[in-house]
């Protein structure tokens, strides 16, 4: 059974704290991607690595970097929190090469307060 | 500038009557789409997908229709239940090797029983 973990389903964090979100899937697969969930704003890109140490910018990377420096593992850092990066994270994965479905994390909540 | 845009917010259906979930793209590099379905406080999990090459494809109730020339796919869910009321998002592919994948903003679908 194919899997994708998020290290936290609910995290509360002050702002100005540095934050990390990590995720782990079990499937060999090349992409890891980072999005948030807003409402009314759908699922938004943040990053997206394609191999090992390779990334690059989604839709909204500002405020935020990431670290694939293992295959099955890919972190987002949220540098300096701030009230407005308070939102639903979700981690996927994908094979590259082949068009074929990303498969997605449980989700972490942050709160920045 | 979304390029994958999902127009309705939200869609009210009577239990045993159709659900048309519709969505827009403007990249006309696409070429892969797909449907998610998102329950609150989970990750989106895979529905249906379409190639580009196909103006339709069906698994069991849902179906999923392509116009390219319109840039346009829709969702059909027949008969809808219950347990289908979720969020909605169509997401495309651009081609290429890496397989980014952009997701819309989301249509809620609340089946009425």
């Known amino acids: 059974d194919v899997k994708v973990t998020q290290s936290s389903r609910y995290l509360v964090k002050r702002t100005g704290e540095k934050v990390f979100l990590e995720c782990v899937q079990d499937?060999?697969?090349?992409?890891m991607f980072w999005y948030r969930q807003d409402p009314g704003l759908g699922l938004r890109l943040i990053y997206f690595?394609?191999?090992?140490?390779?990334?690059e910018k989604g839709d909204i990377p500002e405020g935020y970097s990431v670290s694939r420096e293992k295959k099955e593992r890919f972190s987002l850092i949220l540098e300096s929190a701030s009230t407005n990066q308070t939102s639903m994270y979700l981690c996927?994965?994908?094979?590259?090469?082949?068009?074929?479905?990303?498969?997605f994390g449980q989700g972490t909540r942050l709160t920045v307060v | 500038d979304q390029q994958v845009k999902q127009n309705s917010p939200s869609l009210s259906v009577q239990e045993g009557r159709i659900s048309i979930l519709n969505c827009d793209y403007t990249?006309?590099?696409?070429?892969?789409f797909l449907w998610y379905k998102k329950y609150p406080a989970e990750g989106p999990t895979f529905l249906i997908s379409?190639?580009?090459?196909?103006d339709k494809n069906e698994d069991g109730r849902f179906t999923v229709f392509l116009n390219k020339s319109a840039k346009h796919l829709s969702l059909h869910i027949v008969p809808s239940q219950p347990g289908d009321s979720a969020v909605y998002f169509c997401?495309?592919?651009?081609?290429?090797?890496?397989?980014?994948?952009?997701f819309g903003t989301g249509t809620l679908l609340a089946v009425q029983p």
């Open positions: 996927a994965s994908s094979l590259a090469h082949i068009y074929t479905e990303a498969f």
């Open positions: 499937m060999d697969h090349e992409n």
């Open positions: 690595s394609y191999d090992v140490k390779m990334k």
């Open positions: 990249n006309s590099m696409f070429d892969y």
């Open positions: 379409i190639s580009s090459i196909k």
């Open positions: 997401a495309a592919i651009y081609g290429g090797a890496t397989n980014k994948l952009i």
